[in-house]
């Protein structure tokens, strides 16, 4: 998660070929975009990224324009999540998981998502959640996400776990990424 962000670097545009790779990762990773990745990607836009740090990784962060989309760790190429920004577009692009109100504040100051708040009233687990995989994390009654995380348990799994955590939580309103204004361009 990204409590503080130190050293955010100028942006860089991306050659064709990088982004032509990036696209595909994306599809590949988010099958549910394909038909709204040129909304937001178009092939003729300038794709740019900046890199910055965290007191435990370092991290790139991909820009449209002035749009932040996706971000990964600098050293796991297969780690892409989408920027909550461009979740709040396109809030079918993955997969749901709600929990009760009593979960948000814990949520939003960093906590991992646990199993009990996924399982109690006001909560809801799509079918289709799968281990690894990348969800949006939502709180009862609120129409966009707090969060974006990685599920660690199956659908089935969170149903039915008696205790533990669910999700690893990765980016949350109010955190350092979501923050970061458009760096300067190189």
Request: hydrophobic share 40%; glycine share 8%.
């Amino acid at each position: 998660m990204f409590k503080k962000v130190e050293e955010v670097s100028n942006l860089v545009p991306l050659n064709k070929s990088a982004q032509k790779k990036l696209r595909e990762k994306i599809l590949e990773k988010f099958p549910k975009i394909e038909g709204v990745l040129e909304d937001f990607m178009p092939k003729k836009a300038q794709i740019s990224s900046t890199k910055f740090h965290t007191p435990e990784h370092k991290w790139e962060l991909f820009w449209v324009d002035k749009f932040p989309i996706f971000f990964k760790n600098d050293k796991e190429d297969d780690e892409l999540f989408p920027t909550l920004r461009l979740l709040h577009t396109y809030p079918d692009m993955l997969l749901k998981c709600q929990t009760d109100s009593g979960a948000v504040k814990f949520i939003l100051n960093g906590s991992n998502v646990m199993a009990k708040g996924l399982q109690t009233p006001g909560s809801n687990v799509e079918e289709g959640v799968e281990y690894g995989k990348v969800v949006a994390i939502y709180a009862d009654g609120k129409e966009h996400a707090m969060g974006v995380g990685v599920a660690i348990l199956n659908a089935q799994g969170i149903k039915e776990a008696a205790m533990g955590e669910a999700i690893v939580t990765k980016h949350v309103i109010g955190d350092g990424l979501w923050l970061i204004q458009e760096p300067k361009k190189k």
